[in-house]
């Protein structure tokens, strides 16, 4: 099993940044795919960042494209979320996920899930 733990949510006015983390524990052992999903209440679970395990190689929506950054620590099993010119509508629960074997935008190909961080932009 793998245990996932978010932290760095909060309020931040428009413009602004938020560092998102993620740590891991558990059975960690090989590199797990990591990814960062989004959710406003009453709707689907979005897709944000995701990021190979294997690869390195990093994954954004459209819509936060060239603003998040999606990276990872491995000797601390932590992966980031940097968001930056953060705007009203990046409100949401943002949940950190992980896999063994799937790197992908599909929220329910992810085995292990964090609670979710609160992140509330204000205009």
């Known amino acids: 099993q793998v245990q996932l733990v978010e932290s760095g949510g909060g309020l931040v006015q428009a413009g602004g940044s938020l560092r998102l983390s993620c740590a891991a524990s558990?059975?960690?052992?090989?590199?797990?795919?990591m990814a960062w999903f989004r959710q406003v209440s009453g709707n689907v679970r979005e897709s944000v960042a995701y990021m190979s395990g294997r690869r390195g190689s990093t994954y954004y929506s459209d819509s936060v494209k060239d603003r998040f950054t999606i990276s990872r620590d491995n000797a601390k099993d932590t992966v980031y979320l940097q968001m930056d010119s953060l705007k009203p509508e990046d409100t949401a629960v943002y949940y950190c996920a992980a896999d063994p074997n799937y790197s992908g935008p599909r929220s329910r190909m992810y085995r292990y899930w964090g609670k979710g961080t609160l992140v509330t932009v204000s205009s």
């Open positions: 558990g059975r960690t052992g090989g590199t797990l795919d």
